[in-house]
């Protein structure tokens, strides 16, 4: 399974971004998808997370501003990010809880993105 994100560029606040993230490889289902982010010297923060059944859960910093969506029939999660601020500066990366199934067996495995950086200026 691999995760493959987007969507990342430079803005100046206030404005937007879409970030996508594709699912692609050998899966049976996808469980929780998340948004999380790390900034310069600070540590990987949840930014936002959705379940396979759209329960949605947002960092603080981010509700209002941001939503998080996914689309099962294409495996892709989406990140709008609107009114962004310089504080949302960091390197954006994707993750998913995945069932795949090898052998006789199901597994449930948490893969990551390679990460998308999202730059605001002031």
């Known amino acids: 399974v691999q995760l493959q994100a987007s969507g990342g560029g430079s803005v100046e606040a206030g404005g937007s971004l879409r970030l996508s993230c594709l699912a692609s490889?050998?899966?049976?289902?996808?469980?929780?998808m998340a948004w999380f982010r790390q900034a310069p010297g600070q540590q990987r923060e949840l930014v936002a997370q959705?379940?396979?059944?759209?329960?949605?859960i947002y960092a603080d910093s981010v509700k209002g501003r941001f939503t998080i969506s996914r689309d099962n029939a294409k495996n892709t999660m989406y990140l709008q990010m609107n009114s962004l601020k310089p504080e949302d500066t960091a390197v954006y990366y994707c993750?998913?809880?995945?069932?795949?199934?090898?052998?006789?067996?199901?597994?449930?495995?948490?893969?990551w993105g390679q990460g998308t950086l999202v730059t605001v200026s002031s």
């Open positions: 993750n998913a809880n995945v069932r795949s199934q090898r052998g006789f067996r199901q597994y449930d495995d948490t893969y």
């Open positions: 490889g050998s899966m049976i289902s996808i469980n929780t």
């Open positions: 959705i379940s396979s059944s759209s329960t949605i």
